[in-house]
Nanobody, 125 residues
Framework: QIQLVESGGGLVQAGGSLRLSCAAS????????MAWFRQAPGKERAFVAG????????SYSDSVKARYSISRDNAKNTVYLQMNSLKPEDTAVYYC??????????????????WGQGTQVTVSS
């Protein structure tokens, strides 16, 4: 099984930047697509960004694609989310997720079956 642990969240001012990290266990990490989701108070969990198993393809929601960047370092079993030009509307708990399958492409509709505990991101105005 895959264990995921997010870190890097915190309080930042609008316009600032933050980088989230997701550390994964297991030898199958390098063959699985990964993604970031977020959930704001009173809202449903939403897809933010995804990356294919190889790192060659990435996907973003329209609201963040000009400001966020997802990447991975398979040697470290870690996926990252670089967030720039942060806005108060980005405030949410951010979750890391791993695809149920191997060799996935990291799209929003993929079957993500493994989840981390989440890390809080708060953006002040």
């Amino acid at each position: 099984q895959i264990q995921l642990v997010e870190s890097g969240g915190g309080l930042v001012q609008a316009g600032g930047s933050l980088r989230l990290s997701c550390a994964a266990s297991g030898r199958t990490f390098s063959t699985r697509a990964m993604a970031w989701f977020r959930q704001a108070p009173g809202k449903e969990r939403a897809f933010v960004a995804g990356i294919s198993w190889s790192g060659s393809d990435t996907s973003y929601s329209d609201s963040v694609k000009a400001r966020y960047s997802i990447s991975r370092d398979n040697a470290k079993n870690t996926v990252y989310l670089q967030m720039n030009s942060l806005k108060p509307e980005d405030t949410a708990v951010y979750y890391c997720a791993a695809d149920k399958r191997i060799y996935g492409l990291g799209y929003a509709g993929a079957p993500y079956d493994y989840w981390g505990q989440g890390t809080q991101v708060t953006v002040s105005s």
